[in-house]
């Protein structure tokens, strides 16, 4: 059997040691089997040869077959380029080089059979065609041209004259050797059941495909492998994860939760509330740790969700917490919570970096003996003084502001690990979730309590300035509170401080007699907190501010967010913002401000921001105009995306559909010892060898 991993890729014909280095540096090629699985990104159909007499501007690529008559260089230093004149009986093109001159010149036979490859464009009635692709026709059997693979190179590949033609010579050589067997990666009966074509004669077809049939058929048998394995691997792990820890068994619902539920909740819980609430007790009570995310739009009550499952936590006679990742988070959430407490004997306290020294003494001591039953806080409840009497249930509020390594910390504070809830406001397509996240269970609030009125987004270029000034003055007047939002240079702890200033400065200027604050990421917490509070409690009526409120800021009576130079948003952030509005009974406004000129792109963010309010459609949108490496958040879960040919944003089914195929082989074969699975967990074993365990992202 040919092993392509151990074959390096230096003694290819046709490599030699430059070029490894090369593609070693740009590529990561470095064996037969990272070329071999270097697949091209589009392909064009060459089985159809053209005549010259049917070319117009408007066709894309097209092939042509026939001979130089003439060749000459026109111009001289840098405008010198040389111009071949092409012929095939029925008509004449010019063929146009601009660089290589030299190089084409000598290398290019008068009268000799070729076929070219090119898009033509029309000059002053004149059909060109600049830089074509040469082939000597003699060299070329064209019944076996099929489609032409293409592959990405990098600008320096380019300027040492390796450019996707280059790397198609290379395949070429390497998939002959594909004459010789390689191991197969999926069990025979997976193949034979599902139909699926052999690795061996996929990897030809990926790169060499006769006709579009035989294209299709190779990419799905590669893109079924990869993301099988992906889903296999997250699968056996959480498998695994639930074999090594049991979970506490919280068996009972008692006084704390009946208590609240029918004696202190202020409204009816919506319905999705309730069947996200059975889900988590289901969990919490079947003696398997739990690990589900939660997923709700911002605003549809995530924060009670997770009260009343720390409720069950405290019925159990076990403590709970929930972590926010910043200090204005924390505290909003503890003065909700305690809020909805207000008369009932719960201990609840909240432990940041700003905490005073006596307080948290008092406050570790109470949670060391158990007499806090409950405790909120930042980044502060991970310290290695925090130590639990018997922690049950961990809630991790906007998770992906958080890493892997942070929330690890949690459950080394335990004998053993607690229930955890993650809880997000970014919704993260179901495909990509089961991607990032394949072994937590996803819970979905996708319901908003009742009442609320849509939101209604605008966009205006920043020259209609006026109409913005006059509905602004018209909600001030009805009382109600406006957010001012400027952007901020993203990645840098440098703020556009100048921006906001200047804003700030023309805000106070145009709307006088009302109070305007001021908060951005540079401001000490207690001057922040300050200036939040003016706002929080009424007396301030416009906040000016950088995307620091993104999170969790919660004043109802705030009725419009305007966002200034919304092209310099992303799209989720975007939507996360405009959830700060919207909060109350009111009919709420967002405002997206933008210059004139905007990209294809940016439009269309603005457009699906202005037609819709799901976060679930913004997030897919978002996918699909980004792709998944971009999404706002998987980068800081420190989830490194190595497809090689499956699209999360397109093959969310095929997805699904291997997924449950995995789940069926895990729940057959358990221990792994049938012996037609051999080949999957030798597979797996190899694949888990060559990645981070990213799995383990919970
Ligand atoms: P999230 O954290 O999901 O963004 P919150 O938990 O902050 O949302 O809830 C937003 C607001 O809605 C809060 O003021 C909360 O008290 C209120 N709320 C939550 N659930 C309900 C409900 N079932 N009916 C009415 N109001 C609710
Ligand atoms: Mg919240």
Redesign the pocket.
């Known amino acids: 059997m040919l092993d392509l991993s151990t074959r390096d890729i230096k003694f290819l014909s046709g490599v030699g040691p430059a070029r490894a280095k090369t593609l070693n540096q740009e590529l990561k090629i470095y064996s037969l089997q990272d070329l071999i699985y270097y697949f091209p990104y589009k392909y064009v159909d060459r089985s159809r040869i053209y005549s010259i007499a049917e070319l117009s501007g408007s066709m894309p690529f097209v092939q042509l077959k026939g001979q130089i008559i003439n060749i000459s260089s026109i111009g001289e230093g840098r405008k010198k380029r040389l111009v071949a004149r092409f012929t095939d009986g029925t008509g004449f093109i010019d063929l146009i080089w601009f660089r290589g001159v030299k190089y084409v010149q000598d290398s290019l036979k008068v009268r000799h059979d070729y076929i070219i490859f090119g898009k033509p464009t029309v000059f002053n009635g004149q059909v060109n065609m600049a830089h074509p692709d040469m082939e000597d026709a003699t060299e070329v059997q064209l019944s076996t041209l099929g489609l032409k693979p293409y592959y990405n190179t990098t600008e320096k590949m380019k300027r040492t004259s390796m450019n996707s033609q280059s790397i198609e010579r290379l395949m070429k050589a390497a998939v002959d050797l594909l004459q010789y067997p390689i191991p197969e990666t999926l069990p025979d009966y997976i193949i034979a059941k599902y139909k699926l074509m052999p690795l061996q004669q996929a990897l030809r077809c990926i790169h060499f495909p006769t006709n579009a049939i035989e294209l299709r058929n190779a990419q799905y048998r590669l893109k079924f492998e990869e993301l099988f394995y992906i889903q296999l691997n997250i699968l056996t792990y959480s498998k695994e994860r639930q074999l090594k820890y049991r979970g506490f068994l919280f068996s009972k619902v008692g006084n704390h939760f009946n208590d609240f539920f029918h004696n202190h909740l202020p409204f009816e819980l919506t319905g999705a509330q309730k069947r996200v609430l059975k889900e988590i007790r289901k969990d919490m009570g079947s003696g398997i740790q739990m690990n589900r995310l939660l997923q709700g739009d ?1 605003g549809s009550g ?2 009670l969700v997770a009260l009343m499952s720390m409720f069950i936590a405290l019925d159990n006679n076990y403590q709970a917490c929930m972590m926010a990742p910043t200090e204005i ?1 924390a505290t909003q ?1 503890y003065e909700t919570i305690m809020e909805f407490l207000e008369g009932m004997d719960i201990r609840v306290e909240l432990l940041t970096g700003s905490t005073k020294k006596k307080d948290r003494e008092r406050i570790l001591s109470g949670l060391a003996s158990g007499e806090v039953q409950i405790i909120l806080g930042t980044h502060a409840l991970l310290e290695n003084t925090v130590v639990f009497k018997l922690l049950g249930l961990a809630v991790i ?2 998770q992906h502001r958080f890493g892997v390594a942070q929330r690890a910390r949690l459950w080394v504070k335990n004998e053993s690990m607690p229930h955890i809830l993650v ?1 997000t ?1 970014t919704p993260i397509p179901r495909t990509l979730a089961m991607t990032l996240y394949g072994d937590l269970e996803v819970s979905v609030i996708d319901e908003l309590p009742p009442g609320r009125k849509p939101i209604q987004t605008i966009h205006l270029f920043d020259n209609r300035k006026k109409s913005l000034y006059k509905m602004i003055n018209d909600q001030l007047t009805l009382g109600r509170q406006i957010y001012f939002v400027f952007p901020l240079i993203e990645e840098s702890e440098k703020i556009d401080l100048k921006n906001l200033e200047q804003g700030y400065a023309w805000i106070k200027e145009d709307f006088p007699g009302y109070e305007v604050v001021k908060i951005h990421g540079k401001m000490k917490p207690a001057e922040k907190d300050a200036q939040m509070n003016l706002f929080a409690s009424g007396q301030a009526h416009i906040m000016v501010a950088t995307t620091v409120i993104e ?2 800021v ?1 004043v109802p009576n705030a009725s419009v967010m305007v966002i200034e130079n919304a092209e310099r948003f992303g799209l989720s952030q975007l939507h996360q913002l405009r959830g700060r509005v919207g909060r109350g009974a009111d009919q709420s406004y967002c405002i997206l401000v933008t210059s004139y000129k905007l990209s294809e792109v940016t439009r269309k963010r603005i457009e699906i921001m202005v037609d819709t309010n799901d976060g679930f459609e913004i997030a897919e949108a978002d996918l699909k105009l980004r792709g998944p490496g971009d999404l706002e958040g998987t980068q800081q879960s420190g989830v490194a995306f190595d497809l090689k040919i499956a699209d999360i944003g397109k093959d969310g089914q095929l997805l699904q559909y291997v997924r449950g195929i995995a789940s069926e082989i895990i729940e057959a074969d358990p221990h792994r010892n049938s012996p037609v699975n051999q080949v999957l967990w030798l597979e797996l074993q190899k694949q888990r060898k060559n990645q981070n365990d990213w799995s383990a992202i919970s």
């Open positions: 911002v995530k924060t988070l959430h509020d906007e809880m406001a999170v969790g919660n």
